[in-house]
């Protein structure tokens, strides 16, 4: 099974600032990771697939990127409706699918 | 564009069956690949297994031997089984579709809540 690690577990952003989110496989994925991202009593949200490609009506301010165990989730200027939890996903060894333990944005 | 709905008892016994329906609108059971995935309460994600028209199934192992996932081409539905459940099975449980076996999730159910407890 594959092992998804994500850091920080917590990151204190400021509105219109920059958030960086790491996300790091136990093995090689190549691209085969997304990224989705959960507020409360809601479920995940598809943001990115393929490590980079946006999914259909997501902002251009979320982008992805990395290939092989190492990849990022990068938010330009963090808006209000930004502030959640991040989860990465590996799709290219399975069963089972693993996901990360999520990376909470909170406002600073 | 496609949607889905969980549905069933939001309260179980231990060591009973845990049911739960996914209802699909918008478009046929009769393509794709059906997740069911869940999250206790306040960590994180763990896929559960899948199901496709073909009849092809796939479990994530931790939980094969309790787990059992089926399709209802007449209701545009599919299901899950979880046998001898525990507390530690109390979860939001989600369904969700991918496009292949080996793909992302998009989109999701709502979730619903079950909770074990006697």
């Known amino acids: 099974e594959i092992v998804m690690t994500q850091s920080p577990a917590t990151l204190s952003v400021s509105p219109g600032e920059r958030a960086t989110l790491s996300c790091r496989a136990s093995?090689?994925?190549?691209?085969?990771l997304a990224w989705y991202q959960q507020k409360p009593g809601q479920a995940p949200r598809l943001l990115i697939y393929?490590?980079?490609t946006r999914a259909t009506g997501i902002p251009a301010r979320f982008s992805g990127s990395g290939s092989g165990t190492e990849f990022t989730l990068t938010i330009s200027s963090l808006q209000s409706e930004d502030f959640a939890v991040y989860y990465c996903?590996?799709?290219?060894?399975?069963?089972?699918?693993?996901f990360g333990q999520g990376t909470k944005v909170e406002i600073k | 564009q496609v949607q889905l709905q969980e549905s069933g008892p939001g309260l179980v016994k231990p060591s009973e069956t845990l049911s739960l329906t996914c209802s699909v609108s918008?478009?046929?059971?009769?393509?794709?690949?059906w997740s069911w995935i869940r999250q206790p309460p306040g960590k994180g994600l763990e896929w559960i297994g899948y199901?496709?028209?073909?009849?092809?199934?796939n479990y994530n192992p931790s939980l094969k031997s309790r787990v059992t996932i089926s399709l209802d081409t007449s209701k545009n539905q599919f299901s899950l089984r979880l046998s001898s459940v525990t507390a530690a099975d109390t979860a939001v449980y989600y369904c969700?579709?991918?496009?292949?076996?080996?793909?992302?999730?998009?989109?999701w159910g709502q979730g619903t809540l079950v909770t074990v407890s006697s």
């Open positions: 199901t496709h028209y073909s009849g092809s199934t």
């Open positions: 969700a579709l991918s496009l292949t076996a080996g793909d992302r999730f998009d989109p």
């Open positions: 918008g478009g046929s059971i009769s393509s794709y690949y």
């Open positions: 393929g490590a980079s």
């Open positions: 996903q590996q799709y290219n060894n399975w069963p089972p699918w693993t």
């Open positions: 093995q090689t994925v190549r691209t085969n």
